[in-house]
């Protein structure tokens, strides 16, 4: 297989502080890739490096090739990005919302409103397509933002704690979404989750970082396997921060709790 992304020897330092700390992985091709760890681990830092969000201080990134560093536009076109925080405008409808991505994309004008017609489609949000963006419920906001990240039909779908403060059916939801839309297109994903069950389910390979260095890469059938028998992914977790899903529980309350306030400012 071809590699979708590549990272080799990444550092990157805020101040005297090292968030990534000589990382290297790749991704390849068609794959779902998880990235795990606790807060602080480095995991959005990383993220924000291949989005093109952070200047990659040392070593290299590469997404299809393209040199991050040196190729940044080239490889914005390849990407759709779901980031933890709400990205919606909810003053708009969910039409105008991803049309406005469409453009942002350069979708050709006479293909748009197919375009974006297709992927509200995609994410059962047709029917609901001129309503106002603030009067979604949580999952419906987050498969509008699927289908903003879809609407350019990446090779790349890059979620960041896509389902945080979600219920279980809406999570449920969103998971299945991206399961369709990778099978369909054959697009890479590469997340970033605290929920273990979903990357168990969800990912061919996942990482573990923690302390902006990565501790361990494998299938999670494999890594379970090289704890016990019984072993879960939480148990691969602990046994390779030392720590539990306590710290990295408390983060995603963070995050709940600002995307709540997020959601009472959208109305």
């Known amino acids: ?20 700390d000589d990382l290297s992985f790749s991704v390849e091709q ?10 602080g681990a480095g995991k959005t830092t990383t993220i924000r490096l291949i989005n093109t969000l952070l200047p990659v201080q040392k070593g290299d990134v590469r997404v299809f090739g393209h040199d991050v560093r040196h190729s940044a536009m080239a490889v914005r076109r390849l990407l759709g990005y779901v980031p933890q925080q ?14 406005w991505f469409a453009r ?19 994410v059962d949000l047709l029917p609901d397509a001129d309503r106002l963006a603030s009067t979604f419920s949580g ?23 896509p389902t945080v403060g979600l219920d279980p059916v809406a999570r449920d939801s969103v998971w299945q ?41 494998g299938a999670p059938d494999d ?7 019984d ?11 030392g720590d539990s899903l306590t710290e990295a529980e408390k983060g995603g309350l963070r995050s709940v709790r600002a995307t709540r306030r997020t959601a009472g400012r959208m109305g």
């Open 139 to 161: 999952g419906m906001v987050r498969r509008l933002e699927l289908a903003q990240a879809l609407v350019n039909r990446p090779a790349l779908l890059v979620l960041d704690e």
């Open 231 to 241: 072993a879960s992914l939480e148990d691969v977790f602990r046994r390779y921060t």
């Open 104 to 122: 942002l994309f350069d979708v050709p004008r006479r293909e748009r409103k197919a375009r974006v017609d297709e992927v509200l489609d995609m």
């Open 86 to 99: 709400l990205s919606i405008e909810g003053g708009l409808t969910a039409r105008e919302n991803v049309t």
């Open 1 to 20: 297989m071809n590699e979708a992304l590549s990272l080799d020897g990444v550092t990157y330092k805020f101040g005297d502080f090292t968030a990534v």
């Open 223 to 229: 890594l379970k396997a090289g704890i016990g028998p």
């Open 30 to 39: 068609g794959e779902c890739f998880g990235l795990l760890g606790p807060n």
């Open 177 to 217: 979404r991206v399961t369709d839309m990778q099978e369909r297109y054959g697009m890479t994903v590469v997340l970033t989750t605290h929920y273990m069950e979903e990357a168990d389910l969800l990912c061919d390979r996942v990482a573990l970082m923690h302390r902006g260095s990565m501790r361990v890469i």
